[in-house]
Structures are given as structure tokens and as C-alpha cells.
């Protein structure tokens, strides 16, 4: 299927989506929709110039589909569901949009806090950097970071090819990165306040809590274990 056929055809069923009024083909359109996105080529998806290697795209990429999945059912700031006829482009291009955005304001986070580590705190002045040159080298990441980052890197690929709700491209990779930042946040979660977030009924969340997430992250803190 040629790039054009993509956006296309997207567009062709989110019309279909938003004209229906039956739960049921909606339901199916919505899967529909993510499922031919996701087959879609990888050359028709924005990536930043280290390309995938860029440990900050994977959230970014997360950020995008989740708001694909909800921007189809409206649910999202204003209320305005996508319409493929109001001139903003095919799913796929708002796609691009969102996850370059994502990306952008990631790095600008990654910057400030670069720049802020340059201040001394206690007088607001500047670090001497040649002190800083010759100080300890910085401490490890905590558990909870590493295990973080063996999430996004995910080098098996067991988080990101495990569905958890595979109607709307939800992965195990998505949930459990949601999860960590929640711990490294120091907030509390439950799988009901999950479910809510990534708009998807208690019980999925609670069925695929038993058979995806936590053995999974149950086999990565065993990894952990024996390292």
C-alpha cells in the first residue's frame, strides 16, 4: 500500500468511526484505525535525528499513540474529536505532530535541568566547572531509574509486543513506564486510577495486570536480583 493510500484509507474510516452510532462498530473502527497505523511503514513516522537510539523518543512515541487513541473518541483537552475533513492531515501526520511536540518539550525539560545542575543551590551562583571536573563522578541511578530504563530500552521486546489492550495500541511497555513515573513521582497508583488514565474498563486493566504486567515486571525484577 503506497504512503497516500495510508493516510487515505485512514481517513476513509474515521469517517466511517465518527458517523456510526453503534458501540459495537465503533469499537471495531477504533481497532480498526490503530491496527492500519501500526502496520503502517516506519519511513511515514517522525523520528528525531538519533533516530530510534534517542532513549527520549520511546516516551515520546507513547505520548503520540495514547493521543491518537483518544483524540478519535474526543477525549481530549476541549473535547474536539478528530475530523478527517477539517484540514489538519491524516491521523498519521497528527501523529508526527504530537510526538515531535512531545519530543521537543522533553528536551527542552532535559536542558533546563542540565542547566540547572550548573547552579549552585545554597548562593544561586554558578559552579566552578573546573571543580566540578575534577569532583566523584555522579552516584548510579537508583533501582527504580534502571529499572526504568530497562523498560524503555526493552531489549527482548517483551514490554513493547505485549498487548494490554490491543483495540486501542496499548502496550505493556506504555503502562509499566506510566508506573514507574508514578513511583518516581512518589504518587500513589491502583490499577482502577491506570485504567482511568488510559481510558480502558477496570477489568481489562485487572485481567491484564494478572496474565501481562506483573509477571513481567516480576521476571525483570528477578533479573535485577541476579545481577
Known sequence: MSPISYHERLKVLARQFSQTTSLQKRKRYHRL?????????????WKPTKGEDDLLYPQAINTAWDYISRKLTGAVRGGQAYDPDAGNGSLITLWNIRCKGEYVTLKKREKLRMTSDLIDPSTGEPLNLLENLAAPPNPEPSLIEQIRQAIVEDVNSKFRSAWVHKASGLTAQMVCLHIVDYVLRGENWTLS??????????????????????????ELGHDFDAG
Open 33 to 45: 484505525i490503530l491496527n492500519i497505523m501500526a502496520e503502517a511503514p516506519n519511513r511515514l513516522y
Open 193 to 218: 486510577s491506570l485504567a482511568a488514565h488510559f481510558q480502558i474498563s477496570p477489568g481489562s486493566m485487572n485481567s491484564a495486570w494478572t496474565r501481562t504486567l506483573k509477571p513481567l515486571l516480576q
